[in-house]
């Protein structure tokens, strides 16, 4: 049981760690503000870490709907980021 629990909270740390690099990275693309850029980044790892540590547990049972969706965005998100890199 603890095992699982501590897989689930690696997958949520790993997923919302890559979402955040690749939201940073078209946030530099497009000449954000860095400062800004690092504070909202800072913003949502805290919400991440908070939400990944208090609901894994309920949540649980939808870990493979969870982690699918996470791989998806990650997905769309790297092709997004890429297309708007080739564009500027």
Request: charged share 10%; aromatic share 10%; with cysteine.
């Amino acid at each position: 049981m603890l095992s699982g629990l501590t897989i689930g909270l690696l997958s949520l740390i790993i997923f919302g760690n890559i979402e955040n690099l690749i939201l940073a990275s078209q946030g530099v693309v497009k000449g954000a503000n860095p400062l800004k850029l690092a504070i909202f980044s800072l913003i949502c790892v805290s919400i991440w870490l908070i939400l990944g540590t208090v609901c894994t547990q309920q949540l649980e049972s939808y870990g493979i709907y969870i982690e699918f969706i996470g791989g998806f965005a990650i997905f769309v998100l790297g092709i997004q980021s890429m297309i708007e890199a080739a564009k500027g």
